[in-house]
């Protein structure tokens, strides 16, 4: 009898599970509890629209900045009177103007002198307090070059208009006394005085803004003008700014030159800049934050999406499903929930940014390369988030889970 030997045992079947499939059943938790998944999804939105709509104002206002100090020019230098270190008051030379243009690289040089205790007003009924901050300057033809500015309405004061009663109102002026147009007449320093242009806003100079300006000779005929300039406003090569600043002082007063200080307005706006940049900074960090805290309640939410449904664990690894299933199941999920989170933070942060630059009349920059990153990151703290939830499902035995169910 001839014994036949017995048919070798099948391997048992391994668990097979399509990528395909993992998808529709990592989405089972979401769709059966929308609150709760949306709520997990808010907190994702509001950490990446955070920063997103951080970096897209701050880039929209610095475009702004940047443009406005292009506009204006950073080749613009201001000298005025220091103070002796004692404390005591300085003046000018009255050849301060004169000295400083024939430095090489200096294009104009316009003085102004604000005259005190002279201040303008719309008629000689207006009791002599309601000054309304405005000043009167002494000012010649050569200050809208150095501001590189144009008149509104009307001219400036030329030679010939500088030996008579005649006045520019800067912007503010003209609004405060309610003039819109030359021709009128203005009372100052018991004088009547013949409006002859409007200028508009000069930004580097914001005193020339609530000024009334008249002609030199006037102000000396009238006013008892002493020469002294209290300002000079200086406009430079462009390439050559940083080295006409180092020589300006010595040469507006050879004699002491510490007692002139020399300034570059545009460098507010420059200031102004770096704040926004060490703003953002700031800014970001809470956005991260708030990202952070979006992660930790995806994370919560997966932990007990996990103890809800040990049940369908068990249930599934009683049918054949393995760990690496179970666990890809989770994590999918908990993946989702941040990709979600991700893309409603990228449409909220994108509105903002939006909202916002046309609201202060600005370019609207989004930053592409930003949105891109602070999806990734989204995902990978929502990987992260789903790891231990993950492999908390992954290690639940069948009896274990069916039996706590």
Same mark, same amino acid.
């Given at each position: 009898m001839i014994e036949t030997a017995p048919a070798?045992?099948?391997?048992?079947?391994?668990?097979?599970?399509?990528?395909?499939?993992?998808?529709?059943?990592?989405?089972?938790?979401?769709?059966?509890?929308?609150?709760?998944?949306?709520?997990?999804? %808010? $907190?994702?939105?509001?950490?990446? =629209?955070?920063?997103? !709509?951080? #970096?897209? /104002?701050?880039?929209?206002?610095? +475009?702004?900045?940047?443009?406005?100090?292009?506009?204006?020019?950073?080749?613009?230098?201001?000298?005025?009177?220091?103070?002796?270190?004692?404390?005591?008051?300085?003046?000018?030379?009255?050849?301060?103007?004169?000295?400083?243009?024939?430095?090489?690289?200096?294009?104009?040089?316009?003085?102004?002198?604000?005259?005190?205790?002279?201040?303008?007003?719309?008629?000689?009924?207006?009791?002599?307090?309601?000054?309304?901050? %405005? $000043?009167?300057?002494?000012?010649? =033809?050569?200050?809208? !070059?150095? #501001?590189? /500015?144009?008149?509104?309405?009307? +001219?400036?004061?030329?030679?010939?208009?500088?030996?008579?009663?005649?006045?520019?109102?800067?912007?503010?002026?003209?609004?405060?006394?309610?003039?819109?147009?030359?021709?009128?007449?203005?009372?100052?320093?018991?004088h009547w005085f013949v409006i002859v242009g409007i200028l508009p806003s000069a930004e580097l100079a914001p005193e020339i803004d609530a000024a009334v300006l008249i002609g030199p000779p006037v102000a000396r005929e009238l006013f008892d003008y002493d020469g002294h300039p209290t300002r000079v406003y200086v406009r430079t090569d462009p390439e050559r700014t940083i080295d006409v600043a180092a020589v300006l002082a010595p040469s507006a007063n050879p004699i002491h030159p510490e007692r002139v200080a020399v300034s570059r307005p545009s460098d507010a706006l420059a200031a102004r800049l770096a704040a926004v940049t060490s703003t953002t900074s700031l800014l970001l960090g809470l956005g991260a934050v708030a990202l952070l805290v979006g992660g930790i309640g995806v994370g919560n939410v997966m932990l007990i999406s996990v103890l809800e449904r040990r049940g369908e664990v068990g249930l599934r690894r009683a049918l054949g499903a393995s760990r690496r299933h179970i666990a890809l199941q989770f994590l999918i999920e908990s993946m989702l929930l941040a990709a979600a989170g991700g893309l409603a933070g990228v449409v909220i942060g994108t509105a903002l940014t939006i909202a916002v630059a046309r609201f202060r009349q600005w370019q609207p920059l989004v930053p592409v390369p930003e949105i891109a990153a602070a999806l990734v990151a989204g995902l990978l703290i929502g990987a992260i988030a789903g790891v231990y939830p993950a492999t908390r499902a992954a290690r639940l035995s069948p009896t274990e889970a069916l039996r706590l169910v």
């Open positions: 070798p045992e099948a391997p048992p079947a391994t668990s097979r599970l399509n990528v395909t499939d993992l998808l529709p059943l990592a989405s089972i938790g979401l769709r059966s509890r929308p609150m709760r998944s949306a709520l997990s999804v %808010l $907190g994702i939105a509001i950490g990446v =629209g955070a920063i997103i !709509a951080i #970096l897209g /104002i701050t880039r929209s206002s610095q +475009s702004d900045l940047i443009a406005q100090i292009d506009r204006l020019g950073t080749n613009m230098l201001t000298l005025s009177a220091a103070p002796t270190p004692a404390g005591d008051p300085t003046q000018l030379p009255t050849t301060a103007a004169e000295t400083v243009a024939r430095v090489e690289g200096v294009i104009e040089a316009a003085p102004i002198a604000t005259l005190s205790r002279i201040q303008p007003f719309r008629t000689d009924r207006i009791p002599a307090y309601r000054t309304n901050g %405005l $000043g009167v300057v002494a000012a010649d =033809g050569r200050l809208l !070059a150095a #501001l590189d /500015i144009r008149p509104t309405a009307g +001219s400036f004061i030329s030679p010939a208009w500088a030996r008579y009663p005649a006045v520019a109102l800067g912007h503010d002026a003209a609004l405060q006394l309610g003039i819109g147009a030359p021709g009128g007449r203005i009372w100052i320093g018991r």
